[in-house]
């Protein structure tokens, strides 16, 4: 199996679609939660910092080799711990921009031949390339998740 292609270009309009996305997000809806288990916008933003976090520390790892008993992270208690809701969205904004433009640098100096590292994990290994272009797949599920949601607030919100 052949890892997924990785376009740097495509990568950094994504990066720069979601800030502008964020930047436009109007400060009422930020906090809005639309079902007891659904994210509010504040905790999506979480969950892609610690998204970031994990990933900086995976990638810049494998540049220096192979990684083993490098542990993994579960969303939901990680987002439920950090209290992401409670956080100012200002922070959050700055703190998911600059921390992006950090893993695009990376991103963009992987050396070729860490390309083929592995993260071995129990349900198989997964290459340095593979997870870099699997960070951008689930950074657009999530400006997805996101736009959606913003809608889905705003449309409560008109018919209140």
Same mark, same amino acid.
């Given at each position: 199996?052949? +890892?997924?292609?990785?376009?740097?270009?495509?990568?950094?309009?994504?990066v =720069?679609?979601?800030?502008?996305?964020?930047?436009?997000?109007?400060?009422?809806?930020?906090?809005?939660r639309?079902?007891? +288990?659904?994210?509010?916008?504040?905790?999506i933003?979480?969950?892609?910092?610690?998204?970031?976090?994990?990933?900086?520390?995976?990638? =810049?790892?494998?540049?220096?080799g192979?990684?083993?008993?490098?542990?993994?992270?579960?969303?939901?208690?990680?987002?439920?711990?950090?209290? %992401?809701?409670?956080?100012?969205?200002?922070?959050?904004?700055?703190?998911?921009?600059? %921390?992006?433009?950090?893993?695009?640098?990376l991103?963009?100096?992987?050396?070729?031949?860490?390309?083929?590292?592995?993260?071995?994990?129990?349900?198989?290994p997964?290459?340095?390339?593979?997870?870099?272009? +699997?960070? %951008?797949r689930?950074?657009? +599920?999530?400006?997805?998740?996101?736009?959606?949601?913003?809608?889905e607030i705003?449309?409560l919100?008109?018919?209140?």
């Amino acid at each position: 199996m052949s +890892d997924p292609v990785f376009e740097l270009a495509q990568a950094e309009a994504l990066v =720069a679609r979601f800030q502008i996305l964020l930047d436009g997000t109007p400060s009422e809806a930020v906090h809005v939660r639309v079902a007891d +288990d659904a994210w509010t916008l504040a905790e999506i933003v979480g969950h892609l910092i610690d998204s970031a976090a994990n990933n900086h520390q995976r990638f =810049a790892r494998l540049r220096l080799g192979d990684l083993d008993d490098f542990p993994g992270y579960d969303a939901e208690p990680w987002v439920a711990a950090q209290q %992401y809701d409670r956080c100012a969205f200002s922070l959050l904004k700055i703190l998911w921009g600059s %921390y992006n433009l950090l893993v695009l640098h990376l991103a963009a100096t992987m050396p070729e031949q860490t390309r083929s590292n592995v993260w071995n994990r129990e349900t198989g290994p997964l290459t340095h390339g593979f997870l870099v272009a +699997d960070y %951008y797949r689930h950074l657009q +599920d999530h400006v997805e998740h996101y736009a959606r949601r913003l809608a889905e607030i705003q449309a409560l919100a008109g018919t209140r």
